[in-house]
């Protein structure tokens, strides 16, 4: 049995992770979601950290798994716990010193246009799990968005990267390069759009378990 600490991404929340954590509880192993303080003002990267630390709490055989914005926490947590293994789950990738406001231009990404946030980002996700999506955005606070990445390297723990095939927002093309330059890996793939977790819990409980 692992334990996966499931982490979300940017204005959002645990809730993402509902229908994986269920599934993978159902196959007899632990998981753990956990709200970032994304909208506390004096909250650092650090302290993002710290809450997913809390969460796991004395739980071994740790899987981190971190989707989209969460890729900046997951390494950090990665640095104060003794994990097995971190999936990245079409997530940004930070290197030493970066802040999260520069990562964009750093990295290359040209934005989608925004004014359908169901397009971009879930779009296929089912109709009804969609709409109440939308009505758990949180606001992101300044801090954690301004800070430099504090990690001096990649943290030394096995890492994976699972790109989404039709993800409109972290489109194919532009992760594929990235991987390969920040990790210097080949990234694995899934079908679907940018919140798996929403669309296809299943097959991506399936990528996670066959990971361990």
């Known amino acids: 049995m692992a334990t996966f600490a499931l982490i979300h991404g940017g204005g959002s929340s645990a809730r993402d ?53 969460g890729g900046f926490v997951g390494p950090l947590v990665c640095d104060r716990v003794q994990a097995d293994l971190l999936v990245l789950v079409t997530a940004v990738i930070p290197v030493p010193g970066e802040p999260p406001t520069d990562w964009w231009a750093n990295a290359g990404f040209h934005s989608p246009a925004m004014d359908d946030p169901i397009a971009v980002f879930l779009q296929d996700v089912p109709a009804e799990i969609a709409a109440e999506a939308l009505t758990r955005g949180r606001e992101h606070a300044e801090k954690a968005l ?67």
């Open 17 to 69: 992770w509902h229908l994986v954590v269920a599934e993978l509880r159902r196959r007899g192993h632990d998981a753990v979601a956990v709200d970032l303080p994304i909208e506390d003002e004096s909250a650092s990267l650090g302290d993002y950290a710290d809450t997913v630390v809390r969460a796991v709490g004395d739980r071994g055989d740790l899987v981190v798994v971190a989707h989209s914005w």
């Open 146 to 212: 301004l800070e430099p990445w504090p990690l001096a390297a990649w943290p030394d723990v096995p890492t994976r990267f699972l790109l989404c095939r039709d993800d409109r927002f972290f489109t194919p093309e532009f992760m594929r390069e990235l991987v390969r330059e920040r990790l210097g890996i080949t990234p694995d793939e899934i079908d679907g759009g940018h919140t798996p977790m929403l669309a296809r819990p299943i097959e991506l409980a399936d990528r996670l378990e066959s990971y361990l």
